[in-house]
């Protein structure tokens, strides 16, 4: 009997376990249990981590930028023409620019063209040439870019599926709005690495050539307008009259200061006459220096003469 019992009880306990197991899915977890464990979909096993985990094949994303310098015939012309060749080539025109006057104008044109194209869309642009002074061309690999916004944009999803479940889960206003934030977050993450990944898929796909456009001939005149002889001859007179205007003025102001520098010049000239005087007398005093010591100069032996 008391075996009985025990079974009987046990049984009973092993069908409330079930019950439990089997009846709703339990409260709603808390708002930071929640956003933690969204955060941890992102290191969950199965998640990308990395560009070259992705296990998936994308073809090199090469972003080519050509420069043009070229001495053309007619600039603004040639502008047309290249504007027309981006189009006829499936490309279109980002910029364009002109600058000076008509006839010594400077061109700018900035133009796409598909990848495929570039090459002969340059070739038709250097046949519009006088000749080409400069090109240059660069390339950007931005392969390793693209495969790692991809796999942070698979990362971001599977984040973003799990705060719509939990959203799905919430009870109470507070753990709606605290997850709606989280959510709201993510979300703006994954549209700022679509459109990078966008503009990276653009830009591969078509080329930027950028032509730079010069005149082949200098617009420079042999004679410069507004030349006239006769001018010429006004400005030399004018120029003749000013030169005499000078000396007057300098006479007229030689004239009027005369008071000053009369007596400074003539007292100038008395003090460099004795000046003159003071050395001429004291070389005099240095010659006659051995006769007043009492010393007859002696006088050098006469030759002898022929006579002798």
Known sequence: ?????????????????????????????????????????????????GGASTGTSVDR?????????????????????????ASDRGGFVLSTQLTGEEDSRYGYISIRVPTEQTDAALAQLRGLAVRVETERSTAQDATEEYVDLESTLKNLEATE??????????TTVEDTLKVQKELTSIQGQIEQIKGRMQYLERTSATSLIIVEMRPATSPEPLVQPGWSPLETAKNSI?????????????????????????????????LMRWLSRMARDSGRGQGAGPSASGQTPTRPPSAPSDSQ
């Open 1 to 49: 009997m008391a075996v009985r019992t025990l079974l009987l009880m046990a049984l009973a306990l092993f069908l409330m376990v079930v019950a439990a197991c089997g009846g709703s899915e339990g409260p709603v977890p808390t708002s930071n249990q929640q956003v933690r464990d969204a955060q941890d979909a992102k290191g969950a096993p199965g998640s990308t981590g």
């Open 61 to 85: 994303l090469i972003v080519r930028t050509v420069n043009l310098t070229m001495l053309v015939k007619d600039v603004a012309g040639t502008v047309e023409t290249v504007a027309t060749i």
């Open 161 to 170: 599926e799990q705060y719509l479940s939990l959203m799905k889960r919430a």
């Open 238 to 270: 004018r120029g003749l009259a000013g030169f005499g205007q000078s000396l007057a003025d300098f006479a007229i102001a030689l004239v009027i200061w005369s008071p000053v520098w009369v007596p400074a010049g003539i007292g100038g000239w008395f």
